[in-house]
């Protein structure tokens, strides 16, 4: 039998819609802080935030939208914004990191935002599973699946992990405290 994903449509067209996906996520989280890496044109931004008390986007690119009152823009690299908020108490419960898709850079997204987490919390990773080898080019997927393989690999402990397989693919983590699945424990 075929794979999931492979049963889909094959590149460029996106057989997933993950910002319907990460709304529905947002709208049962109701996150108190939400962070976005990589707003672009601000559609998965803008979507996600009307469920936040506050929404912070990050993005080297100046935004040509307006923003309503619980949103804020940081003009700048992932990198600069988390040097910004460095030994502050921020905290985020949802954060959608789709800015660098290069493995290193999403990683050290990843390893910075988990220090800003609540505990319970989500941060989703885009494009971590690409169709089939053209999508890892450095303008589509590139490697970040990598940073999907690194956290299972090395956080399991602290994250639970899965990887939607639809192109090109969508990753959820929760933060969890050590060896606890359940919350009421």
């Avoid at 989280?29 to 996600?48: Q, T």
């Avoid at 935030?49 to 690299?77: E, W």
């Avoid at 954060?95 to 989703?124: C, P, R, T, W």
């Avoid at 940073?147 to 933060?175: C, R, S, V, W």
Wanted: proline fraction near 5%; hydrophobic fraction near 35%; include cysteine.
């Amino acid at each position: 039998m075929k794979s999931i994903y492979l049963r889909n449509v094959p590149p460029p067209t996106e057989t997933f819609d993950h910002i319907s996906f990460l709304e529905l996520m947002a709208k049962w989280i109701k996150p108190e802080h939400y962070l976005e890496l990589g707003v672009r044109d601000g559609k998965c931004f803008k979507r996600l935030s009307a469920f936040a008390t506050t929404a912070v986007g990050v993005d080297m690119q100046p935004i040509s939208y307006s923003l309503k009152r619980n949103m804020k823009f940081h003009l700048g690299t992932t990198d600069d914004y988390f040097a910004s908020i460095k030994g502050t108490s921020v905290k985020f419960d949802l954060v959608f990191i789709d800015a660098d898709h290069s493995y290193e850079q999403s990683l050290k997204d990843f390893m910075n935002a988990k220090e800003h987490m609540i505990e319970e919390g989500f941060i989703f990773l885009h494009d971590t599973h690409p169709y089939d080898l053209s999508m890892t080019e450095p303008e589509l997927c590139s490697d970040t699946y990598k940073t999907a393989l690194y956290i299972k690999q090395h956080l399991a402990d602290d994250f639970e992990i899965i990887t939607l397989p639809f192109n090109p693919g969508l990753t959820m983590t929760k933060k969890i405290s050590r060896n606890k699945q359940l919350a009421y424990l």
